[in-house]
Nanobody
Framework: QVQLVESGGDSAQAGGSLTLSCAVSRDTVGNYCMGWLRQAPGKELEGVAAIGSDGEIVYVDSVKGRFTISKGNAENILYLQMNNLKPEDTAQYHC???????????????????WGQGTLVTVSS
């Protein structure tokens, strides 16, 4: 069974940086459209960034210019580099994967073919 396992969540100061990783087991990242979604306490799930199997990349407006999503094909890992963190970035971040959608659609879905358990990011001011 294919699994997604996130890591890299931590506490950070506003303005700081973190890198999240999502390791894919029993398949390859290149076969999927993959992305990151987050859920802050008391708020709805929000799509953050996604990268399609064709390389198309989309971001939610609030993270454009600060976050970078990438695939490490050799390592079979999805990354999210987060710079200039803000307190409003505090959330549980989940990795998701779909085989038959475009990047923009992955961010809108609320149920995904593959879903990770999440990693917590806390940003203090």
């Amino acid at each position: 069974q294919v699994q997604l396992v996130e890591s890299g969540g931590d506490s950070a100061q506003a303005g700081g940086s973190l890198t999240l990783s999502c390791a894919v087991s029993r398949d390859t990242v290149g076969n999927y459209c993959m992305g990151w979604l987050r859920q802050a306490p008391g708020k709805e799930l929000e799509g953050v960034a996604a990268i399609g199997s064709d390389g198309e990349i989309v971001y939610v407006d609030s993270v454009k210019g600060r976050f970078t999503i990438s695939k490490g094909n050799a390592e079979n890992i999805l990354y999210l580099q987060m710079n200039n963190l803000k307190p409003e970035d505090t959330a549980q971040y989940h990795c998701a994967a779909e085989r038959r959608v475009r990047a923009a659609m992955l961010l809108k879905l609320r149920n995904h073919e593959l879903w990770g358990q999440g990693t917590l990011v806390t940003v203090s001011s």
